[in-house]
């Protein structure tokens, strides 16, 4: 069946540093890719989405690209702060099924001043 | 506009016991999913609803776990019993159509002691 798959955490990492954070995935379709950002004590907020083979999404700094001859969706930023401390979630919603998301386990994300 | 609203925000119960969540989704979304987040996973769906009919409800273990959304708006989701492997935050979403990125509530923590 489809998966994600992403890298363990934790990250810690300096303010302004770069971050990545590496996805792959599984899938029998063409699915439609997404991060989610869930900050302590939170829900699940949409961070970015790419719906086919070489979008880009962006939003707040972040990027990814919808890389289907790799199956990535890699999570990248060029300059973290302190407020980007959260736990990621790559995860994948397949064309064919009713639109649910298959997530990644997760990378918490800690940036130090 | 309101995000979705879940409660109780936490709750702690003995095992065997039984447990309810409520979800009022954002207003005008036709499509309410439930998903169940282990500490240190990614959340997993356990049903979602189109209007007031089961879209999927695949990985609902129907033995204890029951959801019911009968006017198509709030839902709610029951467990009974309780066991010690059901301790987690259960999250609550929606979109407006079943393929349009979701909307995630702050979830409810259960504890089962």
């Known amino acids: 069946g489809d998966s994600v798959t992403q890298m363990e955490g934790p990250v810690t990492l300096s303010e302004e540093a770069f971050l990545t954070i590496n996805c792959t995935y599984t899938?029998?379709?063409?699915?439609?890719l997404f991060w989610y950002v869930q900050y302590p004590g939170e829900g699940l907020q949409l961070l970015l989405k790419?719906?086919?083979?070489?979008d880009k999404g962006s939003n707040k700094g972040f990027e990814a690209t919808y890389r289907k001859e790799t199956t990535s969706f890699h999570l990248e930023k060029g300059s973290v702060q302190v407020s980007d401390s959260a736990v990621y979630f790559c995860?994948?919603?397949?064309?064919?099924?009713?639109?649910?998301?298959?997530f990644g386990k997760g990378t918490k994300l800690s940036v130090k001043p | 506009e309101a995000g979705v609203a879940q409660s109780p925000r936490y709750k702690i119960i003995e095992k065997r016991q039984s447990v309810a969540f409520w979800c009022n989704p954002i207003?005008?979304?036709?499509?309410l999913y439930w998903y169940q987040q282990i500490l240190g996973q990614g959340p997993k769906l356990l049903i979602q609803?189109?209007?007031?009919?089961?879209?999927?409800d695949s990985q609902l273990p129907k033995d204890r776990f029951s959801a019911e959304r009968l006017k198509g708006v709030d839902s709610t989701l029951k467990i009974q019993p309780a066991k010690l492997e059901d301790s987690a935050v259960y999250l609550c979403?929606?979109?407006?159509?079943?393929?349009?990125?979701?909307?995630f509530g702050d979830g409810t923590r259960l504890s089962i002691l």
């Open positions: 790419a719906t086919k083979a070489d």
């Open positions: 899938a029998t379709g063409y699915p439609s």
């Open positions: 979403a929606s979109s407006p159509t079943s393929h349009q990125p979701q909307h």
């Open positions: 995860a994948l919603s397949d064309r064919g099924s009713q639109g649910n998301l298959i």
């Open positions: 609803f189109q209007n007031n009919g089961v879209v999927d």
């Open positions: 207003s005008g979304h036709a499509t």
